[in-house]
């Protein structure tokens, strides 16, 4: 148990989220999305924050490789590190949310408890979950990294898809199904489902 009964929040005296929201024209949220690794979230992500970007709007992206090197850099991927990582990324993400910015998560985030946990730090209203839904085949197919290789060959223990299950969202808030769709056209289908709760 952390010892928090020296630390008074100040936030109350400080600007609002409203404050900020106003002055970049904009309503703040955090798109969480959640798929298998190479699903598309980093490149949908990178997509929509240039769309986002160059239709007025402030946004930021908030992705796993940029985190585990940076902040998450102590962390590896036993259950334990894997609950803090998303601990610290929806912290992180709930700091920009109070800073006005439309921010884009794309963390693999396996489990229906580990989003639900994300959503709880960050708040219901302000979660909007994204299923980015490409089948194991294409994602494997696909193979960016070179990781389902790796996994396939038993050099990576527990991988997403391969040896440890990724649970798919129940109700998620959009689902895009990548399969079939240019990059671009994924991330269309996301801004015309933001457009109208972001914009002020
Ligand atoms: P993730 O972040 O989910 O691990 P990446 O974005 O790193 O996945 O990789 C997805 C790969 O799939 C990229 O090489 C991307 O160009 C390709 N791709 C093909 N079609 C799509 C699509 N419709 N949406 C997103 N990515 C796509």
């Not at 400080?14 to 309503?27: C, F, I, M, T, V």
């Not at 898809?161 to 289908?189: M, Q």
Request: negative net charge.
């Amino acid at each position: 148990m952390s010892n928090t009964n020296n630390i008074h929040p100040i936030f109350d005296r400080l600007l609002q989220k409203e404050d900020r929201e106003k002055r970049l024209g904009q309503k703040a949220k955090v798109l969480w999305l959640t798929g298998l690794s190479g699903s598309g979230k980093s490149t949908i992500a990178q997509a929509l924050e240039r769309k986002l970007y160059n239709e007025g709007f402030f946004p930021q992206v908030l992705d796993g490789d940029n985190i585990r090197i940076g902040i998450n850099n102590n962390l590896g991927f036993s259950i334990e590190d894997r609950k803090e990582n998303i601990r610290r990324i929806a912290e992180v993400a709930k700091l920009y949310l109070n800073s006005g910015i439309i921010t884009l998560n794309s963390f693999i985030s396996p489990t229906k408890e580990i989003r639900s946990f994300a959503k709880n730090i960050i708040g219901d209203e302000n979660f909007i979950e994204i299923f980015v839904n490409t089948p194991l085949e294409i994602c494997e197919k696909r193979d960016v990294k070179g990781l389902y290789k790796k996994a396939r060959a038993g050099e990576i223990k527990g991988f997403t898809g391969i040896d440890s299950p990724y649970e798919e969202p129940d109700n998620p808030d959009l689902e895009i199904r990548t399969e079939n769709l240019t990059v671009e056209e994924s991330a269309d289908k996301i801004f015309d489902y933001i457009l109208p709760i972001i914009r002020i």
